[in-house]
C-alpha cells in the first residue's frame, strides 16, 4: 500500500446559477486559556462554503497525523483554573450560517423529514454550523479537502455522500465534473455551481445511477448507517475502473493517553452511554477504524490508511493541535444537545431534565484543564482496478 498523500487540486469556480434539486427514486444521476496566554483565534469558516480547502503544510502532511508519540499537554494549561480556560476556550469562535427550511421540531430542534427517525441528529441551523466546524476539523487535520490522488482533469462524474452543502465546494474544485451530492436533508444554499446537483435520499436505499463515477466522496458518517460493508460495495460497483473512494471518518468513543479520562468521567460516561445507543440501532458509532477492512474486502486496491488525533481544548502544546481541540472543543459544547436529545430519550428512555443535568456535568468536565480527552479521525481512500 502506497504512504504517500494525494495533493488537491482547485479550479476557478464558474458563475452560480439556480440549484438543482432531486428527491425521486426514480433512475438519476445520484448522489457537513487564562488570561494573557491565549493562543491565536483560529479564522472562521466561510458562510456558504461548507467545504472550502486550507493550504496544506509545507512538508504535505498535517501535524495531526499519529506518529506514534503522546500529545504534549499545554503547561499553561495543566493548573487549576476551570473558569479561565472555558473563558479560554470560547474565545475560539466564528459566525457561521445556513440554510433553513421547514421540518419537524423535536426538543426545540429541528430534524429531518425524509424518513423520519433515520437520523439521530437535527438539521437546523444549530446544527449545519457544527458540521461548518466539524469541516474546518477535517480539513485542518489533513491539510485540505481530500487525500487520494485524483487528477481534477479526469473527474467526470463525482459522488458526495452524506453532502449537507459540501457538493457545491467539490463542484468549485472540480468544475468540468457533474458533481452529485446525496444526502437526507436539503440544506441547500440559495445558488451553486451549474455542475452541482443535489439528491434528497436514502444511500443505503438501492442505487440507480445510470452512469459510474469517477471519484466517490463520504464523510462523517459515524452512527449513520446500518450497514457498512454494503455501502461500501455499492461504492465499489458504481465506480468506474480506475476511479477512487475517499473515507474519512471518526471513532467517536472518547480517550486519554495521560489517563486523564477516567471511566467515571462524565464526559467519557456520556459518549459512551451515546454510542451505545447508537450500537444498539444497528449504526456503528465508530467506523473509523474498520473502513480499511471494509474497503479491501470491497476488491479496492491501493490501498491508504492514514489515522489522525483529534483533542478537545487548547490544552495541546503544539499550536496545530491546539486549534484543532479548539475547533473540536466548541462543536461539542455548541452540539451538546443535538447529539444527545434524541437518543437519549427515545431509545434510552430519559427525560429532558435528566439529561440537561447531565450535560451540565459534561460541560464542567470540557472546560477542566486537567482532561486531555481526544478521538480519532481515520481517512481511508483506494482504487478501483
Known amino acids: 500500500m502506497s504512504n504517500e498523500p494525494g495533493s488537491a487540486e482547485t479550479g476557478s469556480p464558474p458563475a452560480p446559477p439556480a440549484q438543482e434539486v432531486s428527491v425521486s427514486r426514480t433512475p438519476s444521476p445520484n448522489k457537513p486559556g487564562p488570561a494573557g496566554s491565549s493562543p491565536p483565534k483560529p479564522s472562521p469558516p466561510k458562510s456558504g462554503s461548507a467545504r472550502s480547502s486550507p493550504p496544506r503544510s509545507e512538508s504535505g502532511r498535517a501535524a495531526a497525523i499519529d506518529s506514534g508519540a503522546n500529545i504534549e499537554v499545554d503547561d499553561a494549561f495543566d493548573d487549576d483554573r476551570d473558569s479561565a480556560i472555558g473563558d479560554a476556550q470560547t474565545t475560539y469562535t466564528s459566525s457561521l450560517a445556513s440554510s433553513v427550511l421547514d421540518y419537524p ?8 423529514a425524509y424518513r423520519s427517525g433515520r437520523y439521530s441528529r437535527p438539521n437546523d441551523e444549530q446544527e449545519m454550523d457544527r458540521l461548518l466546524l466539524i469541516h474546518e476539523i477535517i480539513t485542518l487535520a489533513i491539510g485540505g479537502l481530500y487525500l487520494a490522488p485524483i487528477e481534477a482533469e479526469k473527474m467526470t462524474r463525482i459522488l458526495d ?8 465546494t467539490i463542484g468549485d474544485e472540480f468544475p468540468n465534473a457533474e458533481v452529485i451530492g446525496n444526502d437526507l436533508s436539503a440544506n441547500l444554499p440559495t445558488f451553486v455551481p451549474g455542475n452541482v446537483k443535489f439528491e434528497v435520499d436514502d444511500v443505503e436505499s438501492e442505487w440507480l445511477h445510470d452512469s459510474k463515477f469517477s ?31 475517499e473515507f474519512q471518518d471518526f471513532d467517536l468513543l472518547y480517550y486519554s493517553e495521560d489517563g486523564s479520562l477516567a471511566p467515571d468521567n462524565p464526559l467519557l460516561s456520556w459518549i459512551t452511554t451515546l454510542t451505545n445507543a447508537a450500537q444498539s440501532l444497528g449504526r456503528d458509532p465508530n467506523p473509523g477504524s474498520k473502513l480499511e477492512g471494509w474497503v479491501q474486502d470491497a476488491g479496492f486496491g491501493n490501498i491508504v490508511h492514514r489515522r489522525y488525533k483529534i483533542p478537545f481544548g487548547v490544552w495541546p502544546k503544539d499550536p496545530h493541535l491546539k ?5 473540536n472543543y466548541r462543536q461539542l459544547s455548541e452540539g451538546l444537545e443535538g447529539l444527545t436529545l434524541r437518543l437519549y430519550t427515545s431509545v434510552l428512555g430519559w427525560n429532558e431534565e435528566e439529561i440537561y443535568a447531565l450535560l451540565a456535568q459534561v460541560r464542567r468536565e470540557l472546560n477542566n484543564p486537567r482532561i486531555h480527552a481526544l478521538f480519532d479521525l481515520h481517512v481511508v481512500y483506494a482504487q478501483k482496478l
Do not use: Q
Request: some cysteine.
Open 323 to 327: 486549534e484543532l481541540g479548539a475547533y
Open 215 to 245: 471519484w466517490i466522496f463520504c464523510r462523517y458518517m459515524a452512527a449513520s448507517i446500518f450497514d457498512w460493508p454494503k455501502l461500501v460495495k455499492n461504492i465499489h460497483e458504481n465506480l468506474e475502473t480506475g476511479g477512487w473512494c
Open 161 to 168: 455522500i452524506g453532502t449537507g452543502t459540501g457538493a457545491m
Open 105 to 112: 421540531v423535536e426538543y426545540g430542534r429541528r430534524y429531518h
